[in-house]
């Protein structure tokens, strides 16, 4: 497969796995000690908060007025979209019931996590749209409690807005409470709330190593790096649309890939050409960001043709694929591994980021060739279940007994045979292990 690169990135997103996991042990150690005061000393400390983490219901409801009416009604509009797409993926996953042999009975049943933690972030840009996202799913997944944690700002506490989202789509408990001493509080149960069977959400990297370290004792979505995106175009696409998704995407952060994967190399290089001017146009935190995430981190790669493209691209696993080629119904049946995919110059990555319905919260740094977003599942087990007659375990219990035999397992070959013994006192079984 011949590529040539017009960009090469001089960093990955593994060029930044800093020593963080040593401070987030300490800290979460420290938390789990001491509970809620040593919670409310990091909040303190890091985001130089010292007001009431855990809204109470009048809080709520001045944060929410505060918010502006067309406001309301876009992340309404965004919700209202999430949900039922959530429900139509809930509606995948069935209660199952079969005899597999006539007398012995198998079944599944899919049944949601307790507690839910969800974390927002509000650092760098305020998430609204991951309390959407996180929430949501969790509510219609049958969660019986869902706790919303984000970082408050100094003096203001939450953003209004992320309280209105957090709200509106069914949080349970909505907590002013950033970073490491976020996540430890939904995970170790502070503040009243029941302890999270599952906390999800996007943030930074102290937040990713938290839900890393705590994974085991709770479930997680997924351990998550830089937000990434790639896209496929062809001599068709637009040069000016495909620098500028680009661009919306390397302003996530200094760190986020960006990748654009043609087999036009006038299209590559015209896109070459319009991006700086595009990033000096922003403000200034976005362009800070996009300026280093494209400097450092982004690629143009110029593939022989279009298998080649598709395969590349499944190589990188991207979070976000955008295609902008002719034929899109090929590309939908040829590619394999992204978090979410985005077909046609008609929709672009920042749809789902924030209002389309699909999740946003998906798996980054190549995880795509092994695991997809979230969604209701990631709330939900899939547990399975047995029952027999008598004469429906006779089989299986006589090939139990001599597996483990065979196995060297003889306590569990007793199990099968006391049955057998008790059920079907009159015949005779070869439960050796050569039987």
């Known amino acids: 497969m011949k590529r040539t690169y017009l960009k090469k990135a001089s960093r990955t997103s593994q060029s930044d796995a800093g020593e963080t996991s040593k401070t987030v042990a300490a800290i979460l150690a420290d938390i789990e000690t001491r509970g809620e005061a040593a919670a409310l000393e990091y909040a303190a400390k890091f985001d130089k908060y010292t007001g009431n983490v855990e809204l109470t219901q009048a809080e709520i409801d001045a944060a929410c007025a505060r918010v502006p009416q067309k406001l309301k009604e876009d992340i309404l509009f965004a919700h209202d979209n999430v949900r039922r797409f959530a429900e139509v993926q809930k509606g995948t996953v069935a209660d199952v019931e079969y005899e597999i042999n006539p007398g012995l009975i198998v079944g599944q049943k899919a049944i949601p996590v307790s507690a839910a933690g969800c974390y927002v972030p509000a650092g760098r840009y305020r998430h609204i749209a991951s309390a959407v996202m996180t929430v949501t799913t969790a509510k219609v997944a049958g969660c019986e409690h869902i706790t919303v944690s984000s970082a408050p700002q100094p003096g203001e506490g939450l953003n209004p807005a992320i309280v209105f989202a957090a709200h509106a789509c069914g949080a349970d408990k909505i907590m002013a409470l950033g970073g490491v001493q976020g996540v430890a509080s939904m995970a170790f149960g502070l503040f009243g709330q029941p302890k999270a069977n599952i906390i999800v959400g996007p943030g930074n990297q102290f937040v990713a190593e938290a839900k890393r370290s705590l ?17 496929l175009a062809d001599k068709g696409a637009d040069a000016h649309i495909v620098a500028t998704d680009l661009v919306s995407q390397a302003e996530h952060g200094y760190n986020s890939p960006v990748w654009l994967v043609t087999d036009h190399e006038p299209l590559a290089r015209d896109v070459l050409s319009r991006v700086p001017d595009l990033i000096a146009d922003l403000p200034a935190l976005n362009r800070e960001n996009a300026e280093a995430a494209w400097n450092d981190y982004a690629e143009v790669i110029v593939c022989a043709n279009r298998e080649d493209m598709a395969a590349t691209s499944d190589e990188y696993a991207p979070e976000h694929l955008t295609v902008q080629a002719e034929d899109l119904d090929w590309w939908l049946n040829r590619l394999k591994c992204y978090g979410s995919l985005f077909l046609g110059e008609e929709t672009t990555v920042s749809y789902g980021d924030k209002a389309a319905g699909t999740n946003h919260v998906l798996p980054t740094s190549g995880a795509a060739s092994y695991t997809g977003g979230l969604s209701v599942h990631k ?33 569990h070959a007793r199990a099968a045979d006391v049955r057998l013994a008790k059920y079907f006192p009159d015949e005779d079984f070869d439960l050796t292990a050569n039987g």
């Open 379 to 411: 709330y939900m087990k899939i547990v399975t279940w047995q029952r027999a007659s008598r004469e429906g375990s006779k089989q299986v219990a006589e090939a139990t007994a001599r597996i483990s035999r065979l196995e060297g397992m003889e306590a």
């Open 215 to 231: 994974y085991g004792r709770v479930g997680i979505d997924m351990i998550a790096g830089p937000t990434d995106s790639l896209i």
